[in-house]
């Protein structure tokens, strides 16, 4: 048998602005493409992915405060909570890299 992925199922109105400000950050990251492709000036460029790495970091905290104050609850709630706690502290530690 084949394990699936782990899910979360996030309600509309915290996907719908994830999913919105995701996109924006897809045509930022294609505005950089554009950039360097015509030769733009270096301090341009990387102005701009600044701004696309705290773009990315504000989503990555809203998923980790959703999966604390979600899953890691939940888990804590039905008795499953030191798995998910050590899980929780090593991705704090990789996303604080």
Same mark, same amino acid.
């Given at each position: ?26 045509? =930022?990251?294609? +505005?950089?493409?554009?950039?360097? @492709?015509?030769?733009?000036? /270096? &301090? ?12 990315? =970091?504000?989503? +990555?905290?809203?998923?980790?405060? @959703?999966?604390?104050?979600? /899953? &890691? ?25």
């Amino acid at each position: 048998m084949i394990n699936e992925p782990k899910k979360t199922i996030r309600p509309q109105e915290i996907k719908k602005p994830m999913m919105t400000r995701l996109k924006r950050i897809e045509g =930022q990251v294609r +505005g950089i493409q554009k950039m360097v @492709g015509e030769d733009r000036y /270096c &301090v341009d460029i990387l102005i701009q992915i600044n701004a696309i790495n705290a773009a990315l =970091q504000q989503v +990555g905290f809203s998923i980790l405060e @959703g999966h604390a104050s979600h /899953c &890691v609850l939940h888990a804590l709630e039905s008795g499953d909570g030191e798995e998910s706690v050590k899980e929780l502290i090593d991705v704090v530690k990789q996303f604080s890299k």
